[in-house]
């Protein structure tokens, strides 16, 4: 079945330090990629997604790029902040039908000043 | 933009007696809804599909006797936790569909999450 790995926390960096989290996937068909964030008390909210190959999301300064020939969807932000300390989740969809999403088992990121 | 609004975000209960989590999508219609379960430093886990005046869709290894989920209607989705045990304590998550897009193009939004204790 699809499935989502990604790398294991927690990752602690200092405030503008360049941050990578490595996701790689497995799927039968030709899924969408999605990173979501989880904020301290709070659900889980889209941060960004990419619909094909080549594909590149991006938001609030994070990107990941859709590379299917190393089915990879890394997340990668330049100078991180301490508000962006949360729990990361690589998820992809196959959209074919009713389809929920398969997670990755979240990345714990900490941010210090 | 599409909200989902889960309640409560946090309850404590004792061993036996039953939980029941609502999940309410507040400016969309969600012809679906899915319920996840969120193990300690471990992803989440599908638990159930649920869809609008039919019976819910259980994965493998979820029993449908203890984790009753109804969909009575389009904006609104229930899991109840019968006869809870501590190995039930969890945050329990629920996604709607709906919003915008079409069919399997629509997106899907959160609820804020359940934090369940039973004691």
């Known amino acids: 079945g699809d499935s989502v790995t990604q790398m294991e926390g927690p990752v602690t960096l200092s405030e503008e330090a360049f941050l990578t989290i490595n996701c790689t996937y497995t799927?039968?068909?030709?899924?969408?990629l999605f990173w979501y964030v989880q904020y301290p008390g709070e659900g889980l909210q889209l941060l960004l997604k990419a619909t094909k190959a080549d594909d590149k999301g991006s938001n609030k300064g994070f990107e990941a790029t859709y590379r299917k020939e190393t089915t990879s969807f890394h997340l990668e932000k330049g100078s991180v902040q301490v508000s962006d300390s949360a729990v990361y989740f690589c998820a992809l969809r196959t959209l074919s039908g009713n389809t929920p999403l398969v997670f990755g088992k979240g990345t714990r990121l900490s941010v210090i000043a | 933009g599409a909200v989902v609004s889960q309640h409560p975000s946090w309850v404590i209960c004792k061993s036996g007696t039953s939980v029941k989590i609502e999940c309410r999508s507040l400016?969309?219609?969600?012809?679906?809804m899915f319920w996840y379960r969120q193990f300690p430093k471990q992803s989440l886990m599908l638990m159930a599909t649920s869809n609008e005046g039919s019976k819910a869709t259980y994965e493998q290894g979820v029993e449908k006797d203890k984790f009753l989920i109804n969909h009575a209607s389009l904006t609104l989705s229930t899991l109840t936790v019968t006869s809870a045990h501590p190995e039930d304590s969890s945050f329990y998550i629920c996604?709607?569909?709906?919003?915008?897009?079409?069919?399997?193009?629509?997106?899907?939004?959160f609820g804020n999450g359940t934090r369940l204790t039973v004691t």
């Open positions: 799927a039968t068909g030709y899924p969408s």
């Open positions: 996604s709607a569909r709906g919003g915008g897009g079409q069919g399997a193009n629509s997106p899907l939004h």
């Open positions: 400016d969309f219609q969600a012809t679906t």
